[in-house]
C-alpha cells in the first residue's frame, strides 16, 4: 500500500513538473504570435502607405495628361485661327491686286486714248505743215555747202544723252525746253505750224509738237 501511495505521489509530481513546461510552451507560442504579428502591422501600414502615394502619383499623372491634352487642343485651336487669318490675309491680297490691276488696264486705256487724240490732232496739224523742196536739203540732210557754223556750243539735257531723231519719235521735254528753241526765219526754216517748235538737238533741227513731243519733221546737219 505504501507502495502505491509512492508511486502515485511520483506521478503528480512528474506531471506537476510537466504542466508548467507546456504552460511554457503555449506561453511562448502566444507570445511569439503577438511578435509575428506587431511585426507584421509596420508591413502592412507601409504597403498601405506605398499603395495611397501611387494612387495619388496616378492621379498626378491624369492630370498632367490632361493638362497636356489641353494644351495641345488650344495649340491646335490657335493654329487653325492663324491659318484662318493668313487665309483671309491672302484674299485681301489677291482683291488688292486685281485692283490694281484693273486701275493699271483703266490708266492704259487712258493712256492709248490720249495719244490717240494726240495722233489726231497732230494728224490735223499735218496738214498745215508744208516742205518745199530747197536746193539746201536732200529729203531730211542739209547738203554740207549749205551748212551754219553753230552759235554756241550744245549742251544734252541733264541726265540725257544724244539721240538721232527720227519723224514720229517723241522727245522728252527737256530736248525741247526754251533754251534750245531755233529762230526758223534765221536759217529760213519752213514755219512751224500752230504748237509746234523748231528745237536744235546736237547738229540737227527737229520740228517737235510742244504737247506731246511727237517729231513732225527733222533735217540733219545743218550745224558743223
Known sequence: ??????????????????????????????????????????????????????????????????????????????????????????????????????????????????????WRRDHRNNHRYVRHDDRRWRGNHWRSEYRYRAPVRYVYPSGHRHVRWNVGHRMPPAYYARPYYVDYRAYHLPPPPYGYRWVRSDRDVVLVALATGLVLDVLYDLYY
Open 1 to 118: 500500500m505504501k507502495r502505491v501511495l509512492m508511486v502515485s505521489m511520483a506521478a503528480l509530481l512528474a506531471s506537476a513538473t510537466v504542466m508548467p513546461a507546456a504552460a511554457q510552451d503555449v506561453r511562448a507560442r502566444v507570445v511569439a504570435g503577438e511578435t509575428a504579428r506587431e511585426g507584421k502591422g509596420p508591413m502592412r501600414a507601409d504597403q498601405r502607405e506605398d499603395r495611397r502615394e501611387n494612387r495619388h502619383d496616378r492621379r498626378d499623372d491624369r492630370r498632367d495628361w490632361r493638362a497636356d491634352r489641353r494644351d495641345d487642343r488650344h495649340d491646335r485651336r490657335d493654329d487653325r485661327r492663324d491659318w484662318r487669318a493668313d487665309r483671309r490675309d491672302d484674299r485681301h491680297d489677291r482683291r488688292d491686286d486685281r485692283r490694281d490691276w484693273r486701275a493699271d488696264r483703266r490708266d492704259d486705256r487712258h493712256d492709248r486714248r490720249d495719244d490717240r487724240r494726240d
